[in-house]
C-alpha cells in the first residue's frame, strides 16, 4: 500500500507570494492533518481535515487555509509569504475513526526568500 | 502547552536497551498515550500506543503506570537507526477530534 505522498518536496519562493502543497493520503484514509516544523517551534498542528470538513484548527493566521476533496487528497495554502513561513511542512492522513493512527508523509521543505 | 514532559536528550549504548520516558500527569481517562519518532528530515513514524495496558509490537514495548501519570518507551536492543527524536503524545481517545499537540520530545543518541 502506498504512503502519504506529498508535492512538491522541495519549493523556493519569494516574500508575498502565495503558495499551494498536495498532500495524497494512505488509500481508505479519511483524515488529513497538516502540520508546520520549525527549528525554533517544532511540531505544531494547523488543522485537520475529515471527510472536507475542517475539524480542527490550530493557532496560525488565516493566510493559512486548507481542503480536502473528496478522494480525501488534501491541499494547503499559504498567502502573502513572510519570511518566518519557511519551514518543513508534513501532512499526516489517518482513517480518523477507530486506530487513529496518524501516517506521515516526507514534508515540503518551503523556503521564503 | 503539550500534555507531556520529556527529558530533551538521551544517550544509549548500541544494543542496549533504550528506555524513554514520558511524563502525563493530568491525562484523562479516555486519552491514549501515542509514541511517534523523527529520524532526521523525515516525517514522524508511528511506534506504538496504548491506553491502560503495557503494550509490545515489533519495533518496541510501552510501559503504562498504574495511575497512567507516566509511561516509558523501551526498545529492546537499540541500533544506530534508532538515533531520532522521539515524541509522547496524549489524545482524548481513539477516535480523537482534538488538535495533537506534539512536545520538544526527546532526542535519542545511540553510541557505537
Known amino acids: 500500500k502506498a504512503g502519504v505522498t506529498q508535492t512538491p518536496r522541495y519549493l523556493i519562493k519569494t516574500r508575498g507570494q502565495q503558495v499551494t502543497l498536495s498532500c495524497s493520503p494512505i488509500s481508505g484514509h479519511r483524515s488529513v492533518s497538516w502540520y508546520q516544523q520549525t527549528p525554533g517551534q517544532g511540531l505544531q498542528f494547523l488543522f485537520e481535515y475529515f471527510s472536507e470538513t475542517q475539524r480542527n484548527k490550530g493557532n496560525f493566521p488565516g493566510r493559512f487555509s486548507g481542503r480536502q476533496f473528496s478522494n480525501s487528497r488534501s491541499e494547503m495554502n499559504v498567502s502573502t509569504l513572510e519570511l518566518g513561513d519557511s519551514a518543513l511542512y508534513l501532512c499526516?492522513?489517518?482513517?480518523?475513526?477507530?486506530?487513529?493512527?496518524?501516517?506521515f508523509g516526507a514534508g515540503t521543505r518551503l523556503s521564503v526568500l | 502547552d503539550a500534555k507531556t514532559t520529556q527529558p530533551p536528550s538521551m544517550d544509549c549504548a548500541e544494543g542496549r536497551a533504550a528506555n524513554l520516558p514520558c511524563n502525563h500527569s493530568t491525562i484523562s481517562g479516555n486519552e491514549y498515550v501515542y509514541w511517534y519518532r523523527q529520524i532526521h528530515s523525515q516525517g514522524p513514524q508511528y511506534i506504538i500506543h496504548?491506553?491502560?495496558n503495557n503494550e509490545t509490537n515489533e519495533m518496541a514495548s510501552l510501559i503504562i503506570t498504574e495511575d497512567r501519570k507516566s509511561s516509558t518507551l523501551i526498545l529492546p536492543h537499540a541500533t544506530l537507526r534508532d538515533t531520532a527524536v522521539y515524541y509522547c503524545?496524549?489524545?482524548?481517545?481513539?477516535?480523537?477530534?482534538?488538535?495533537?499537540?506534539f512536545g520538544p520530545g526527546t532526542s535519542l543518541s545511540v553510541i557505537p
Open positions: 499526516a492522513s489517518s482513517l480518523g475513526i477507530a486506530k487513529n493512527i496518524q501516517y
Open positions: 503524545i496524549v489524545r482524548v481517545a481513539e477516535t480523537s477530534y482534538d488538535k495533537v499537540i
Open positions: 496504548g491506553l491502560k
